[in-house]
Every structure is written in C-alpha cells, then in structure tokens.
C-alpha cells in the first residue's frame, strides 16, 4: 500500500474546511437563536471561523504532521500556511454565505419566482430605501460597529472600519474612482 504525499493530504485538510465552518454555523446558529437571538448572522459566522481553528489545527495535527519529521522551522511555516488557507477559504465562504444572506439579487430571484412574474414597478415597491438603510445600520449596531449617540450614528468598534479603510486605499492603488461619499459636516 502506498501512502499518499503529506503536502496532497495537508490540501485535502484544508479544502475540506468549508464543510468545517459549516457544520459549526449550522450548530452555533442554533445555540445562538435559542440563547442569543439578537445576535447578527455574521457575528456568528465569525464565532465559527475562530472556533473552527481548534479542530482544523487538530485535523493537520493528525493527518499530516504526527507523521513527519519536521524542524521547528518547518512546523511554524505549515502552521502558518495552514491558518492562511483555512481563513483565506472561510473567507470565501463568508461571501458566498453572506450573498445568501443579504444580496437584494437573490432576494428580487426568490420574488419573481414566487409571484411567477412581476414588474419593475413591483420590484421597486418591495424595496423601499429607508427600509434598506434600516436594515442595513440595524445589523451594523447589532454588530456593535456603529452605535447610537445625541441621535446620530457614530463609530462603535473599528473592525469593519479599518476593513473599509483597507478596501478603498486598494482601490485607490488599483486606479478606480472614488466611492460616492456623503460629507457632513461637524456642527
């Protein structure tokens, strides 16, 4: 019998991690609407992502290293290759989860096949822009990104912040125009 190569069993580890941050949403999900329903889905999704290390270092723990010999050197760099990979595919996930959750693309899909067919005039009725905004800054103090201060919203925690930041000095480098920006001035 012949072994398989250790760096084709630490890929077919680490592919397999959706299916990982799977199975704990779909338990974490349920724990959270039993003891924490106001909890926002992606706050959840990120909790199964950070608990996902655990058993994903256990899985290369136990199809891959305990059966190499490696410097210290060596294990550092699987180690960290292996965090990169295991959150560079759960990031993929998060957005093929988050278009399931949020995109009004999928959301119009599901309406028009539901009613068989509408107009564009019905569409847009179903989606009012102060219903949009809500929603949006809603899930964003849920999130505690944003909170509420004198009536206004303000910066809570900074991690989708700083992520936003990232995004728009990347398109900057990349040469795209500005966003469309709302400038308010401080009274």
Known sequence: ???????????????????LVL???MAFSRLFIRYRPDTS???????????????????????VVRHLTLTPSELIWMAVYSLIVYNMLSYCYFHIFNMSETARRIRILNEIDRAQQLRASDIVSLYGVEE????????LVKMRQLKQ?????VIDQRLL????????GARNLLGFPP????????T
Not at 1 to 19: N, R, Y
Request: aromatic letters at 10%; glycine letters at 4%.
């Open 41 to 63: 889905r992606h706050v959840i999704f990120a909790v199964c992502v950070a608990a996902g290390h655990i058993p994903m270092a256990a899985a290369v723990w136990w199809q």
């Open 179 to 186: 966003s469309q920006t709302l400038y308010y001035k401080k």
């Open 161 to 168: 912040y700083i992520a936003a930041k990232v995004i728009v």
């Open 149 to 153: 201060s004198g009536g206004r919203y």
């Open 23 to 25: 199975a704990l949403q």
């Open 132 to 139: 949009m905004l809500n929603a949006r800054l809603d899930r």
């Open 1 to 19: 019998m012949t072994t398989m190569d250790p760096s084709v069993k630490l890929f077919l580890v680490l592919v397999c991690s959706p299916i």
